[in-house]
Antibody, heavy 120, light 105 residues
């Protein structure tokens, strides 16, 4: 059974860079037709896709965040990571990592989510 | 950019009722890439339907999905107490609807 677990600081100062890591267990991050994604959800609001990476290295980002987002993968650690620069209070949200099934493009597995608060 | 509009925003029904949730795309899309998720408070979303009509593993058969083109529907044939929560549609692993909250009347 695949499991995903987010980790990283819960508090980030405005203008700084938010960094999160998603550790994948129960299967290799390089196996199968999957894309590894970040999705966020501000409190009481809906879901927003941030971006994704394939283990080939190809990435896709939400155009509204593209200038500030970098997603990378470390296959040796079975992890992928998110960096979001120049954060503001508007970036405060629960951040989820999720596995996207190639072909049908659905999120079959999610991490439990981690709350990141942007505040001085 | 494709916009997914879910309606209604909130649906008030009673256990045992039939629920019909709508997801409308701003342009015609392939049904192969339309998915539905259930999200309970404090939890990650859970995949319920993919390919517009295929139930994910472990999802009860009272849940069904249908639709094509721009209009898609999630139907819950007979509501159970645990079904009252929020549902999202999603397309191409990129676009999400704003959600429909199913509440007890």
């Amino acid at each position: 059974q695949v499991q995903l677990q987010e980790s990283g600081p819960g508090l980030v100062k405005p203008s700084q860079t938010l960094s999160l890591t998603c550790t994948v267990s129960g299967g290799s991050i390089t196996t199968g037709s999957y894309y590894w994604n970040w999705v966020r959800q501000p409190a009481g609001k809906g879901l927003e896709w941030i971006g994704r990476i394939h283990t080939s290295g190809s990435t896709n980002y939400n155009p509204s965040l593209k200038s500030r987002v970098t997603i990378s993968v470390d296959t040796s650690k079975n992890q992928f990571s998110l960096r979001l620069s120049s954060v503001t209070a508007g970036d405060t949200a629960v951040y989820y990592c999720a596995r996207l099934q190639g072909g049908f493009y659905y999120f079959g597995y999610w991490g439990q989510g981690t709350l990141v608060t942007v505040s001085s | 950019e494709i916009v997914l509009t879910q309606s209604p925003g909130t649906l008030s029904l009673s256990p045992g009722d039939r629920a019909t949730l709508s997801c409308r795309a701003s342009q015609s899309v392939s049904s192969s890439y339309l998915a539905w998720y259930q999200q309970k408070p404090g939890q990650a979303p859970r995949l319920f339907i993919y390919g517009a009509s295929t139930r994910a593993t472990g999802i009860p058969d009272r849940f069904s999905g249908s639709g094509s083109g721009t209009d898609f529907t999630l139907t819950i044939s007979r509501l159970e107490p645990e079904d009252f929560t929020v549902y999202y549609c999603q397309l191409y692993g990129t676009f999400f609807g704003q959600g429909t909250k199913l509440e007890i009347k």
